[in-house]
């Protein structure tokens, strides 16, 4: 039996993703899907990080597992860096000692926003925050001990099976009749069910290097929080836009952090579907159990 082991299995993209593989890598076809989080495995720590993936002999290893609170990471840079850059390296020395591709999530926040167009793979990042930095050091750590590894970033994500911005705002627009959306920070919000089934669609096609994966199509949280608002037929519900000073978050974000997907489209001829596309598949899926 072959093995892919998925850390972090159990946050938003983890469940997600899981569920993916666990058609596209069918046990028939030899494959088990091994399915840790923080219950099973600590990655801050190394002895245990690097004997467990090595006594489970996986084929591939997926690594979603991270500190992802932008402001958290902020106020604790020491956990920041613990979890998601030497938590990479244990799993990746992990992955060494069985000859295991690793594949690592990453983040457009590894850019500053200065460039104005689309963020392509070759260009030099340069983060503003904790966070930022911390997943940055993790992409390093992979290029640097793993030669078979997939770096693939993407952003603004949200899914069924955790805290985010959707199902923010859906929850202040029963509890309030004016919702404050931030106007100056431009992105591409991503579905995790398209992240994972592009995921398992790179991993199938053997790909390398760092890859830019996100819907296609680019807003700012204040039109996505709109849109959000219009497909859940919440009209009367005033949404004004602020900047992101007058938010005051402890972490500087980049204002502009599209990720450029032509690699993806030339290399393994993909193309994700707008965000309002998938955005509107998501919304109706909520309403679908509510
Ligand atoms: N969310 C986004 O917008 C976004 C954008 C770009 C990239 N990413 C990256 O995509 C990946 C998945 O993101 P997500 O939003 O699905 O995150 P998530 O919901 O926070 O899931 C991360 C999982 O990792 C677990 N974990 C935390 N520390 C751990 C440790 N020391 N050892 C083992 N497991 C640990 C978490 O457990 P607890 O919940 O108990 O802490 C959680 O189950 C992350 O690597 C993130 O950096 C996310």
């Not at 159990?10 to 399915?35: A, Y």
């Not at 904790?130 to 050091?137: A, I, T």
């Not at 919702?179 to 431009?186: E, F, G, K, L, P």
């Not at 053997?206 to 994966?213: E, K, L, S, T």
Request: net charge neutral; charged share 25%; aromatic share 8%.
């Amino acid at each position: 039996m072959r093995r892919l082991l998925v850390i972090g299995a159990k946050g938003m993209l983890g469940r997600d993703l899981v569920d993916t593989l666990r058609f596209s890598f069918r046990p028939n076809q030899d494959w088990e899907i091994l399915e840790w989080d923080i219950d099973e495995i600590d990655i801050q720590e190394e002895n245990i990080t690097v004997t467990k993936i090595e006594n489970m002999k996986p084929q591939i290893v997926i690594n979603l597992a991270a500190y992802t609170d932008v402001d958290g990471c902020e106020l604790n840079e020491e956990k920041a860096f613990a979890v998601n850059a030497e938590g990479m390296r244990h799993v990746a020395l992990g992955a060494l000692k069985c000859n295991a591709k690793v594949v690592y999530i990453s983040t457009d926040y590894v850019f500053d926003g200065e460039k104005k167009e689309p963020y392509k793979e070759e260009d030099s990042p340069h983060p503003l925050s904790v966070y930022g930095r911390s997943k940055l050091r993790g992409e390093q750590y992979v290029q640097e001990l793993v030669e078979d590894s997939l770096i693939i970033r993407s952003q603004w994500l949200y899914g069924r099976h955790g805290k985010n911005f959707v199902n923010t705002i859906l929850r202040e627009a029963r509890e309030k009749k004016v919702v404050s959306i931030v106007d100056d920070q431009t992105g591409s919000p991503t579905y995790t069910v398209d992240l994972a089934t592009a995921i398992a669609d790179l991993i199938h096609r053997r790909a390398r290097g760092i890859f830019h994966v996100a819907n296609s199509d680019s807003c700012t949280w204040f039109a996505f929080g709109q849109t959000i608002l219009k497909l859940s037929g919440l009209l009367e519900v005033r949404v004004l836009p602020i900047s992101t000073k007058e938010l005051g978050r402890p972490a500087a974000r980049p204002l502009y952090s599209v990720l450029s997907t032509q690699k993806l489209r030339r290399e393994i001829n993909m193309t994700l579907r707008p965000w309002s596309q998938a955005l509107r598949e998501y919304i109706k899926s909520l309403f679908s159990v509510y």
